[in-house]
T-cell receptor, first 111, second 115 residues
């Protein structure tokens, strides 16, 4: 069945270092969303990408959607302790309107 | 507070008992989703409503699980004859739209512990 995998599963960085998480789908996605979940919290929407090759920026966060619409990435420049949490990508199953979440990347930022 | 509301926030039950969770979505949202999340995992899709119609249900979902959204507003998720493997956080989310899934707004979740 369709799978959405993320790598790495965990990432520890020193504050100020950059961080990247990658999302790969076994099938083409019509769109992809990114969510952040703080420890003990619930997922919070960050962004949605729809177009092939799309790049969007939110301050220190850069999101990309692959040309084939099967992969995506989230890059954080100069991490801060407030970036701590688990980052999930999510995309709809083929022909469906739900969202299938990836395995997540847990980011720890060491002050 | 106009966000997604879930209750109870915590439920401890004995194996074999039935439990019911309630979700009140953002009032104008027509779509409502239930997810299950265990520690260290991503949210696992359970089911999805558009208004009062249950449009999709995970094939992995046991028959012990049932969800309703009778008037297209709040929703309930019932688990019958609970098992220890049902212990998880049950997340509800809502969204607005008729086409592709848009931004999901999650509630704080209902944590279930089955003893």
């Amino acid at each position: 069945g369709q799978q959405v995998m993320q790598i790495p599963q965990y990432q520890h960085v020193q504050e100020g270092e950059d961080f990247t998480t990658y999302c790969n789908s076994s099938t083409t996605l019509s769109n992809i969303q990114w969510y952040k979940q703080r420890p003990g919290g619930h997922p919070v929407f960050l962004i949605q990408l729809v177009k092939s090759g799309e790049v969007k920026k939110q301050k220190r966060l850069t999101f990309q959607f692959g040309e084939a619409k099967k992969n995506s990435s989230l890059h954080i420049t100069a991490t801060q302790t407030t970036d701590v949490g688990t980052y999930f990508c999510a995309g709809p199953l083929t022909g469906a309107n739900n969202l299938f979440f990836g395995t997540g990347t847990r980011l720890t930022v060491i002050p | 507070d106009t966000g997604v509301s879930q209750n109870p926030r915590h439920k401890i039950t004995k194996r074999g008992q039935n439990v019911t969770f309630r979700c009140d979505p953002i009032s104008e949202h027509n779509r409502l989703y239930w997810y299950r999340q265990t520690l260290g995992q991503g949210p696992e899709f359970l089911t999805y409503f558009q208004n009062e119609a249950q449009l999709e249900k995970s094939r992995l979902l046991s028959d012990r699980f049932s969800a309703e959204r009778p008037k297209g507003s709040f929703s309930t998720l019932e688990i019958q004859r609970t098992e220890q493997g049902d212990s998880a956080m049950y997340l509800c989310a809502s969204s607005l739209g008729t086409g592709l899934a848009g931004e999901l707004f999650f509630g704080e979740g209902s944590r279930l512990t089955v003893l």
